[in-house]
């Protein structure tokens, strides 16, 4: 337990808790009022999840590339989907499309009972796998695979988070959510500015409200080793 103390605290330079209370002070002020989900963010080390070279830029409010043509999503788009993912109370089951550098599936991990998140760039889920083992975050069940198909073996989940763009939402992800629950996934064209989206399976279909302008990277087809 220790250990996993000093790897979500930090310790000095760029991992102090002064840069890290700025970084929350600023999502306090872009709208974000959870306090759970802050408290998350703030303890866990993002600098563990980006290049040693740009370690020194982790807490800053913005995106960062981890390769692989991927990023690191910026702080408060990662709080922002988390909180409106948790709106309605807490979550037992979600599904995470697009693990990346493991980043929101850590934060996930530690507001939810279960994750299970599905990645099609096989290196990157594996350094995800390590910087959340390290972690001792062992509630995230990993998937290689194509995230327009989900995960239909597991389903339904009660949260589905989607972390890249899809031209329009999948209908696998749609059948995969179970009644109630919630779905947050960004819609629209690469290269344009897009919708992030939260839609509800109610009893008789789903609702659909714009969050967000934003931009992501494009949610693609088939596994890649």
Known sequence: MRKQDDLMRGGIGFTSERTRERLIQRMREEGVTNERVLDVIRLTPRHLFVDEALAHRAYEDTALPIGHNQTISQPFIVAHMSERLLEAGPLDKVLEIGTGSGYQTAILAQLVERVFSVERIKVLQDRAKERLAALNLRNVVF????????????????????????????????????????????????????????????????????????RFVPLLHGPLA
């Open 143 to 214: 998937r290689w695979g194509d995230g327009w198909e989900g995960w239909p073996a597991l389903a339904p989940y009660n949260g589905i988070i989607v972390t890249a763009v899809a031209s329009e939402v999948p209908q696998a992800l749609l059948d995969q959510l179970a009644p109630g629950g919630r779905m947050v996934i960004p819609v629209g064209a690469v290269g344009e500015v897009q919708q992030l989206m939260l839609i509800v399976r109610e009893e008789h279909g789903f609702s659909r409200r714009v969050l967000a302008s934003v």
